[in-house]
């Protein structure tokens, strides 16, 4: 006899809880039972976002129309193949990048003419200031997939400055007197844009270099994963990349968190700016103290995004068997964060009794240094 089938594994009986038949049905999120009052969604996942399918790759994007709490920062997942190009454009606002498996070749020229070219590998980051025009190329041997994010909700890639557009959308007797050259010489220009397209895979990074008149950008547009110093604790590890070793990089602050099993990123929350995740891989859970006595559990997967108003505390606990890596992604300078821990280790300890009543061993265990991950 096969065993009867229930709706959602066990989950609608209603009544006190039953840790075992939680641990039963691992993907069904049983809210902790302190959860409490209304507090808005803070989860979507890039499987549930429209995927821009072309020829030479794909994106996918999710920005404040997914999850409309995220006003600080929107973000792109893109996969280009050998080849393939993310057509020369500009935007708005700044992107932050990270190259999540394979190899790219990016470019850039900044206002001063000053230009820039480098290969990109997995873990490298890259930046590139508001406004300044870029490409992307996936390289061999399979291309490359990566994420962008970009320190504004209301971003989409559906509204960049696109080489292609600004052609088709100025008269030919204008580019004609822009360039110097005859009408007849932009005959081919694409009538449509490009956006992600095939190209002849480029030779070796030095024969794409270009001697510019100005001289090369004057802060590197790229962060090497070997470059990123690793704090490592017993449960993991935290790689910030910010103005402090990423100096281009004044819009968006980073903190590339890695968390072993049985291990979880302390409670904390970041007085500086909202908090936007982007799940790399393992599983998770976290939950979200909003004040107004309430808050909210969620459980994440790899290629989910979270988003975390600023000052509001959360853990993100590794609920899996493998390590669990995410990122912290923030729209500013510098990446800040205010231990809980430490806060109570430093604030004189009768005061912490007479709150919350606990005993001189809990505040002698208390951590006066900081401890991102335990
Ligand atoms: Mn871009
Ligand atoms: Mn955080």
């Known amino acids: ?23 039963e049905n691992p993907d069904v999120l049983v809210p902790p039972s302190t959860d409490k009052g209304l507090v808005p969604n803070l989860r979507f996942s890039f499987a549930d976002a429209h995927m821009n399918l072309q020829d030479g790759g794909w ?45 790219a070749r990016i ?67 204008v580019l004609a007197t822009n360039f110097d050259v005859p009408e007849s010489a932009f005959d081919r220009i694409p009538k449509e844009q490009l956006f992600i397209f095939e190209a002849p895979v480029p030779g070796p ?42 100096p281009i990089a004044t819009e968006v602050a980073a903190a590339i968190i890695e968390v072993a099993p049985r291990s979880m990123r302390e409670i904390h929350w970041h007085p500086n700016a909202d908090e936007w995740q982007y799940y790399l891989s393992g599983t998770g859970r976290m939950t979200v103290f909003a004040s107004q006595d309430s808050s909210r559990t969620f459980d994440f997967r790899a290629g989910d995004v979270g988003y ?4 509001m505390s959360h853990y993100v606990q590794n ?29 004189p300890a009768q005061l912490v009794k007479s709150h919350l009543g606990l005993d001189q061993s809990t505040i002698d265990h208390l951590s006066k240094n900081k401890k991102p991950i335990v």
Request: charge should be negative; aromatic fraction near 8%; glycine fraction near 8%.
């Open 205 to 246: 990074v030095e024969s794409d270099a270009i001697a510019s008149p100005a001289g090369s950008v004057r802060q590197s547009m790229i962060l090497r994963a070997a470059d990123q110093k690793a704090a490592s604790l017993p449960g993991g590890t935290v790689r910030i990349a910010d103005t402090r070793n990423f």
């Open 107 to 173: 470019t850039a020229v900044d206002n001063d003419g000053k230009n820039f070219v480098a290969d990109i590998a997995s873990g490298d980051l890259w930046y590139f200031p508001a406004g300044i025009p870029h490409s992307i190329q996936g390289l061999g041997p399979d291309g490359c997939e990566f994420l962008l994010a970009f320190p504004d909700g209301a971003f989409s890639e559906s509204s960049t400055f696109l080489l292609s557009e600004v052609f088709a959308r100025t008269p030919k007797d």
């Open 308 to 311: 975390v108003p600023k000052s």
């Open 1 to 23: 006899m096969s065993e009867p089938i229930r709706a959602t594994k066990g989950s609608t009986d209603i009544g006190p809880r039953d840790p075992a038949r939680d641990a």
């Open 319 to 347: 609920t899996g068997d493998s390590p669990l890596k995410f990122l912290e992604l923030f729209r500013s300078p510098r990446f800040e964060d205010v231990s809980l821990n430490q806060w109570l280790a430093l604030t």
């Open 59 to 103: 994106s996918r994007e999710v920005t404040q129309r997914e999850l409309p709490i995220a006003t600080e920062m929107a973000g792109v997942n893109m996969r280009l193949k050998t080849g393939g190009v993310r057509e020369l454009h500009w935007h708005k606002q700044a992107e932050w990048s990270i190259m999540l498996a394979g190899n």
